[in-house]
């Protein structure tokens, strides 16, 4: 008994071929002759052998090469070779050929796309009757069966017809407008002084690009996404859903999409593409140092430290010396100190840009940028706070120049005591 789907098959195609025969102005005479015609055209001893004589005209591909220019087809050389990637799965992390179950293509006159169609049509067991074919399974055998004695009915010569669709040719042959990329071989293979190469034609797998397509579309447009944009609109509680941003459609075929391929027709010629550009690199706010803390993250010309300075010179030409003038340059000294918290905070925050191998930051401010443990004496941070009271004692005379006002070793004694009551937070 012939499988379901394929009687299906014909019953769509009678119908198709009766809608385009049957005018409005013929009696039920000759309609019910056109009736007769139509049986006889698709009855199995008619239609398989003239099938299987059309299946030259096409041929399956996984990665046809109209993709890359429609008339790659057909050159001075014949036509270019059709491809069938016959790869195995493999937990490689990669998206190819093979580890993505997809339907092959096809390409060719597209008059004979019905002998593909018949040809991919599943099965009751989910499998082609091209796969059953080349199993030459009983399902196979019925449903080449045209109950003729005629030599073009017979099993083997409709196999061998239809089986065309697969065969490649025994050369290869690509085409100039197929984009072609010169790949070095071995070293080994290279002759005397000239270098042998590869040549590899560049060709799009069709059946993974148009998968694509579908898992995005029903990612963008199922009903599901749909009611849940809707709700999302209405702000109703646990209405969520995928966007995919970025996406390009390109088109094949223009107007004529069939003479691409037959996926290609059946969707309309297009295919969506994601974003593909370089990754963009944002410029980093803080840059962790690699030689020195004092001398590549502490900047003593930004305006907040410029500010502190040009105040305490204003504080040094006053001829008073009380309390208040006192009170308020310990408060410039510690407003120096907390600019210099702040950076070692920062620098900390971004601790993680810290490669061990490139770096060479002395072992005490490693310690301090918390890149290495901490020992269990501070021994390590005297010469830390030491450095930073010459920073603001030398700070002073590096911004104000020839202005400066010479400074003694009272206040430097002076600005090390107010560094060191800050011994615990710079710690």
Not at 98 to 124: I, Q
Not at 339 to 345: D, P, R
Request: aromatic share 8%; hydrophobic share 35%.
């Amino acid at each position: 008994m012939l499988d379901p789907a394929l009687s299906e098959f014909f019953a769509v195609r009678k119908e198709a071929w009766l809608k385009k025969n049957i005018k409005a102005s013929m009696d039920d005479v000759e309609i019910n002759q056109l009736n007769i015609d139509c049986d006889d055209v698709f009855e199995a001893k008619s239609w398989l052998p003239n099938a299987a004589r059309r299946a030259g005209q096409i041929s399956i591909a996984t990665h046809p090469c109209t993709f890359s220019h429609p008339s790659s087809r057909k050159n001075k050389n014949g036509y270019a070779s059709s491809v069938i990637a016959r790869t195995l799965s493999a937990a490689d992390g990669f998206l190819r050929s093979g580890n993505v179950n997809v339907e092959p293509d096809a390409l060719g006159n597209a008059a004979a796309l019905d002998v593909y169609k018949y040809l991919t049509t599943k099965l009751a067991d989910g499998q082609t009757l091209l796969t059953h074919l080349e199993q030459d399974s009983p399902q196979a055998k019925i449903a080449l069966d045209c109950q003729s004695q005629d030599e073009s009915c017979l099993y083997d010569v409709l196999k061998d017809g239809f089986m065309v669709m697969l065969q490649s040719g025994g050369e290869s042959i690509t085409s100039s407008k197929i984009k072609q990329v010169y790949f070095p071989v071995d070293d080994d293979l290279v002759v005397g002084d000239q270098d042998k190469y590869h040549q590899l034609s560049i060709l799009s797998p069709s059946g993974i690009m148009f998968d694509l397509r579908k898992r995005l579309d029903t990612l963008r447009f199922s009903d599901e996404v749909k009611a849940a944009r809707s709700s999302k609109k209405s702000n109703k509680e646990g209405a969520s859903y995928k966007e995919i941003y970025n996406l390009t459609t390109i088109g094949y075929g223009g107007t004529k999409p069939q003479n691409i391929s037959v996926l290609n027709n059946a969707n309309g010629g297009k295919v969506h593409l994601f974003m593909s550009l370089p990754p963009s690199f944002a410029k980093r706010d803080t840059t962790f140092p690699t030689k020195d803390f004092f001398t590549q993250s502490v900047r003593i010309n930004t305006k907040a430290c410029r500010s502190v300075f040009y105040a305490l010179h204003a504080l040094y030409k006053q001829d008073q010396n009380n309390m208040h003038v006192r009170e308020k340059r310990d408060e410039l000294y510690q407003d120096i100190v907390d600019y210099m918290l702040g950076v070692l905070w920062e620098m900390r925050v971004a601790k993680d840009q810290f490669l061990a191998s490139h770096s060479q930051l002395p072992s005490q401010q490693k310690i301090w940028l918390q890149v290495t443990p901490h020992p269990d004496n501070d021994d390590w941070l005297d010469g830390l706070l030491s450095q930073i009271t010459q920073f603001i004692f030398q700070g002073y005379e590096a911004i104000l120049g020839k202005k400066a006002i010479k400074l003694g070793d009272a206040e430097y004694k002076h600005i090390a005591k107010l560094v060191d009551n800050n011994k615990e937070l710079l710690r």
